[in-house]
């Protein structure tokens, strides 16, 4: 078999529940292990699966049960706390879209910016400009700050950006909940060409529908493992039996 793109051998990752983290004043006189501190909670352990070029896998599972985490450590946001991820190959994340998104640049700005920073040249982003901003529908506000965007028109121009992208790996989170349905209905298409054109997705998502539309295969999470790793549709099945019925 050709080398895997995506390997995730054995991966945990720990997060800790209050936010600055700091033991309270009992814990510090006790002897507690210094490794399982208070407040600390393993998202998933164990977890290990490869991924070969191509393949579209739809994350399923209850809320809270590490779908976006394991999106952001293949994008490689979140490092694991035990194991290894292997990524080869760039990637484009379609999750927290907005977030690298400066507020008090222009549209146009924010444009350069997040295509440069994903490596595009000058010249390339030029060129693509115009089919940028016509994709986005939002000719109009080229020369506005971004924060004075409404919340559909951000992440209509921050998908428009990334996904025109040429990273071999695509990474979609539920991030295009807020656009209006004929603009999701739009980047659904975008996403199928991506898919067509032989790139690797990963789609986190709770609508049904949708990740039978994308995805051949899937990984299922729940409490802290990955349950199953299989054909889409038996990885609904388990999940519906187990908690839709
Ligand atoms: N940076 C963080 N710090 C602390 N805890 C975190 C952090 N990020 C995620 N978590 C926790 O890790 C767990 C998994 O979160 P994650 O967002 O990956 O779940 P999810 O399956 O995508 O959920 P949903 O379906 O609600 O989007 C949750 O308990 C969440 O509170």
Known sequence: ????????????????????????????????DRRSRPGEFWAFRNVSFDVQAGEAIGVVGRNGQGKSTLLKLVAGVVLPDEGRVEVNGGVAPLIEITGGFVNDLTVRDNVYLTAGLH??????????????IDFAEIGDFIDTP?????????????????????EPII?????????????????????????????TLFFVSHNEKDLRRFCTRGLYLDKGKLQLDGPIADVLDRYNAEYHR
């Open 119 to 132: 490596g595009m040249t000058r010249h390339e982003i030029e060129d693509r400009f115009d089919e940028i």
């Open 146 to 166: 971004y924060k004075h965007l409404s919340s559909g028109m951000k992440v209509r121009i921050a998908f428009s950006v990334i996904s025109m992208l040429d």
């Open 171 to 199: 990474l979609v989170d539920e991030v295009l909940a807020v656009g209006d349905r004929g603009f999701k209905e739009k980047c659904y298409r975008r996403i199928e060409e991506m898919l067509a054109g032989g790139r």
């Open 1 to 32: 078999m050709a080398t895997p793109v995506i390997r995730v051998d054995n991966v945990g990752i720990r997060f800790r529940r209050n936010r600055g983290g700091r033991r309270n004043f009992k814990d510090l006189f006790s002897n507690r």
